[in-house]
């Protein structure tokens, strides 16, 4: 509840000091800051799930992997290698067992691919 008191706090500060007051950013990121404790329960629940301990990694994995990759029919081409080397990164960070590893990274594949197909964004 904090946040969204400094989120107020702001877009009022914003409409005395510029004039203007962005109603969609306002509420955008109140719901994303009403939303957020449900979401810390499902990453928190997470630890006791196996299926959820499996499939959650791969998601932000999974969107690193959409922004540093062009694929193409017969190629895959690295075309940000930051984002690439920060999916390596988070391979290490979630890394528990070899088992567990290669799921996640086949899960995140996928979740790239459903991103790609998906998002009106092409970077």
Known sequence: MFFIGMLTGYYIYSAFLFGSFPTSYFLLWGSIALASPFLAAIVWMAKNNLRLAWILPALPMGLLLS???????????????????????????????????????SVSFIISF????????HF
Request: with cysteine.
């Open 114 to 121: 459903i991103i790609k197909q998906v998002s009106p964004f």
């Open 67 to 105: 922004l540093s990759l062009a694929v193409g029919v017969f190629y895959i081409y690295v075309s940000y290698i930051e984002e690439f080397i920060m999916y390596a990164v988070l391979c290490g960070v979630f890394y528990k067992n070899p088992k567990q590893l290669a799921a996640i990274i």
